[in-house]
């Protein structure tokens, strides 16, 4: 990452009016958001848009045709924009022909995109925005933080100067008088304008029609009382029929705002008359500036499909802290990554990409279907192939692809982190490696990795048999999970098989776009995994676990190099998450728990991949119950520990705060105990406690219901 940008998260992270307005909003909008979707079958409802949408992305020149010549039916100019420049060279052409001074805007990230603003001004065209948001973001001189509250990174005494300035009279913060000062202020720009131009949430193709929600009454001011209205619409608003504006109208404001329906629902179909009984001049610009491409790349056509509501910004825990100028361009969060790389260029991406974590938050809220991290990924590895990798990640990628180095080296940091050590925790680095230690200890290396262990634990001859893939945290830092999941699967009858020529998941190489690497190292586990008939292949790491169900075979396929995909789906179909099959076992009565338990408050954490990915969240928590817990569930217990594997290393200054927020909602439920199934996410949190001094014992699962067998 460049210095400035790395500067730029360390000013936000440590704003206290930018992460307090931005966290106060994502813990209102989560509950706000399921009371909204309350009796509505949201999986139905966003399967039924993605469909339409998805329709529409692959007949965009149908719908085109269809539109333009249902539109000009009703007396409206419709023009083709291939190119940002075309549409502004159009809008520009129709205001000089119209002797246009003034311009009064609805709220459009399509302007933004192509900076229309500025293009006005310097023909001479006054230019104002309507949106309150809109307004106060251009007096201040900046661009929009959120695609849909596109100024809610800031106060109200913030907006209470700026209107000061504008009015030229000392202004006090209370909001009902601000908004009478704007109401005045705007009132007379939209009676003087000669143009109103406005986006379009929607364009239906059967009718001509075009779709404006607004929640402000500004809309319907700047396209009824100028003469001259200008709608730009991306072709990615295109839906086939009148009826497809229904599933999207419902989803739109619960999942923008929560609300359940907008104020206004504006459906223009054609010129209308002025109120001096003139037609309105009205011209649609369908504008493509890369659309078509990226409707035509099977990895992002799915893009195509948002209805830029903005609920992957309000979901995001990395956008809670940053905010839209930090975390975007135009466009902004996860979805803005994506759209920045396509109507900008690759390169305008490069860092903001690296601040998504992969939490998958967004993708399990987005009305959509759009998988936002997976699309995110596929630009780490464009932008690697464009570019290459760093020297720093060839090293490293180079050692993990060398299994015998990569075991040798990690054994030998058990050596070499030993004056660091204290117990089981290393507490402070020295030097440039610092950061690693600034709010989280890291655990100690082991000194006997689990590998080694393994072959020193008797199990019992069993028929059935599972293969353990332990993954690096487990063999290298925590055996005793390794063991603790031995034990267990022992006393269900199923032996365990531990093959030593498995390697690291290729998660951190995939993660950081290095899809060559991963794909070597999903080979190799693929060979050791697969070595020895076994029913099972059993991870306690979810990162790994998606990894050898999915991962392995979609890295295969990025990379055309489908000639391994069918061992990979033999490996997916064996490969199963460790509280999935310790449910199973329990529920079959092959594991017994000691009875009359009483083992106090225990709250749990749900790991990012075990709950989005894998879709387990309640198998652990049925299991720690019967082992005689009672649960607390925390405040935001799904929400992202800060971890995400080397992103905490990369970005601490982000992972620190996401961690402190964390450790306060566990820390409030008053529970002794807090478990999780991700051994990623107990370095995370029991290194936040460890530094912290606090008395909270952070203990995988796999532990937890070891300690509760019934004895032999």
């Known amino acids: 990452m460049k210095k400035k940008f790395k500067e730029s998260i360390t000013n936000a992270v440590n704003n206290p009016i930018l992460t307090g307005a931005l966290g106060k909003f994502s813990e209102a909008y989560k509950v706000n958001r399921a009371k909204a979707y309350e009796g509505i079958d949201f999986e139905a409802l966003r399967t039924n848009i993605a469909e339409r949408k998805a329709?529409?992305?692959?007949?965009?020149?149908?719908?085109?045709?269809?539109?333009?010549?249902?539109?000009?039916?009703?007396?409206?100019?419709?023009y083709k924009a291939s190119t940002a420049q075309e549409a502004v060279d159009y809008i520009l052409k129709v205001a000089k022909d119209n002797n246009v001074k003034s311009v009064v805007k609805s709220k459009s990230m399509a302007s933004e995109e192509i900076h229309l603003n500025k293009h006005l001004e310097e023909i001479g065209v006054s230019v104002r925005e309507t949106d309150l948001g809109e307004w106060i973001i251009q007096l201040a001189g900046q661009r929009p933080s959120h695609m849909v509250m596109p100024a809610i990174h800031m106060t109200k005494e913030e907006v209470s100067d700026l209107f000061s300035k504008e009015i030229h009279e000392r202004l006090s913060s209370d909001i009902p008088r601000l908004v009478e000062v704007a109401r005045k202020e705007l009132r007379e720009k939209f009676l003087a304008a000669d143009m109103g131009i406005t986006g379009a949430n929607l364009a239906v193709a059967e009718?001509?029609?075009?779709?404006?929600?607004?929640?402000?009454?500004?809309?319907?001011?700047?396209?009824?009382?100028?003469?001259?209205?200008?709608?730009?619409?991306?072709?990615?608003?295109?839906?086939?029929?009148?009826e497809?504006?229904?599933?999207?109208?419902?989803?739109?404001?619960?999942?923008?705002?929560?609300?359940?329906?907008?104020?206004?629902?504006?459906?223009?179909?054609?010129?209308?008359?002025?109120?001096?009984?003139?037609?309105?001049?009205?011209?649609?610009?369908?504008?493509?500036?890369?659309?078509?491409?990226?409707?035509?790349?099977?990895?992002?056509?799915?893009?195509?499909?948002?209805?830029?509501?903005?609920?992957?910004?309000?979901?995001?825990?990395i956008f809670r802290l940053v905010g839209g100028h930090v975390f975007g361009s135009t466009y902004t969060g996860g979805i803005?990554?994506?759209?920045?790389?396509?109507?900008?260029?690759?390169?305008?991406?490069?860092?903001?990409?690296?601040?998504?974590?992969?939490?998958?938050?967004?993708?399990?809220?987005?009305?959509?279907?759009?998988?936002?991290?997976?699309?995110?990924l596929e630009i780490r590895r464009r932008l690697v192939v464009d570019k290459g990798q760093s020297i720093a990640q060839k090293a490293i990628f180079t050692v993990v692809n060398n299994r015998k180095m990569f075991h040798t080296m990690l054994r030998t940091a058990y050596l070499t982190s030993k004056p660091f050590t204290k117990g089981s925790y290393i507490r402070h680095l020295p030097f440039f490696l610092s950061d690693l230690t600034e709010g989280r200890s890291l655990p100690a290396i082991a000194a006997v990795p689990f590998r080694d262990q393994f072959k020193q634990i008797k199990q019992p001859e069993c028929k059935e048999k599972a293969a353990f893939y332990s993954g690096c945290l487990i063999d290298f830092a925590y055996p005793e999970m390794g063991v603790a999941l031995v034990?267990?699967?022992?006393?269900?009858?199923?032996?365990?098989?531990?093959?030593?020529?498995?390697?690291?998941?290729?998660?951190?190489?995939?993660?950081?776009?290095?899809?060559?690497?991963?794909?070597?190292?999903?080979?190799?586990?693929?060979?050791?995994?697969?070595?020895?008939?076994?029913?099972?292949?059993?991870?306690?790491?979810?990162?790994?676990?998606?990894?050898?169900?999915?991962?392995?075979?979609?890295?295969?396929?990025?990379?055309?190099?489908?000639?391994?995909?069918?061992?990979?789906?033999?490996?997916?179909?064996?490969?199963?998450?460790?509280?999935?099959?310790?449910?199973?076992?329990?529920?079959e009565g092959r594991i017994k728990l000691k009875?009359?338990?009483?083992?106090?408050?225990?709250?749990?954490?749900?790991?990012?991949?075990?709950k989005r990915t894998l879709k387990v969240f309640e198998q652990p928590r049925e299991i720690l119950r019967k082992a005689g817990y009672e649960i607390e569930e925390m405040f935001e217990c799904d929400m992202c520990c800060g971890m995400g594997g080397s992103y905490s290393m990369k970005l601490p200054e982000i992972s620190r705060p996401i961690l402190e927020r964390k450790i306060t909602n566990i820390k409030n439920t008053g529970a002794s105990v807090v478990a999780m199934d991700c051994p990623g996410c107990v370095l995370q949190i029991g290194g936040g406690f460890d530094q912290e001094g606090t008395n909270i014992r952070v203990k995988h699962s796999?532990?937890?219901?070891?300690?509760?067998?019934?004895?032999?």
């Open 55 to 78: 329709f529409a992305a692959t007949h965009l020149d149908l719908l085109a045709a269809e539109f333009k010549r249902n539109a000009e039916a009703h007396g409206a100019k419709v």
């Open 207 to 242: 009718t001509g029609s075009i779709v404006i929600v607004t929640n402000e009454g500004n809309g319907r001011m700047v396209t009824i009382l100028p003469k001259i209205h200008v709608a730009l619409v991306g072709i990615e608003k295109f839906v086939e029929k009148f």
């Open 244 to 317: 497809d504006i229904i599933p999207v109208l419902t989803a739109l404001p619960r999942s923008a705002t929560a609300q359940l329906m907008t104020s206004y629902v504006s459906i223009i179909t054609g010129a209308t008359p002025n109120t001096d009984g003139s037609m309105k001049d009205l011209h649609i610009v369908l504008m493509d500036n890369h659309r078509t491409e990226m409707a035509d790349d099977a990895k992002f056509a799915q893009a195509m499909q948002c209805i830029r509501c903005g609920s992957c910004l309000n979901v995001c825990p």
């Open 336 to 376: 803005g990554t994506i759209l920045t790389a396509w109507f900008e260029e690759l390169q305008n991406s490069e860092d903001i990409q690296g601040l998504c974590i992969q939490c998958g938050n967004c993708k399990e809220v987005c009305p959509g279907k759009l998988d936002i991290p997976e699309m995110i």
């Open 487 to 587: 034990k267990i699967l022992n006393r269900a009858g199923i032996e365990v098989i531990y093959p030593q020529e498995q390697t690291c998941c290729g998660a951190p190489a995939r993660y950081n776009g290095a899809y060559e690497v991963a794909a070597n190292n999903a080979l190799d586990n693929i060979n050791a995994l697969l070595k020895e008939d076994v029913k099972y292949v059993v991870s306690a790491c979810p990162t790994c676990t998606v990894a050898l169900n999915h991962e392995f075979i979609s890295t295969f396929e990025s990379l055309g190099r489908t000639e391994h995909c069918e061992k990979a789906k033999k490996l997916a179909e064996k490969a199963i998450d460790f509280s999935v099959l310790a449910k199973k076992l329990l529920d």
């Open 595 to 610: 009875e009359g338990q009483k083992l106090g408050r225990l709250t749990y954490h749900d790991s990012c991949h075990l």
């Open 702 to 712: 796999v532990e937890l219901i070891a300690e509760q067998l019934e004895d032999e």
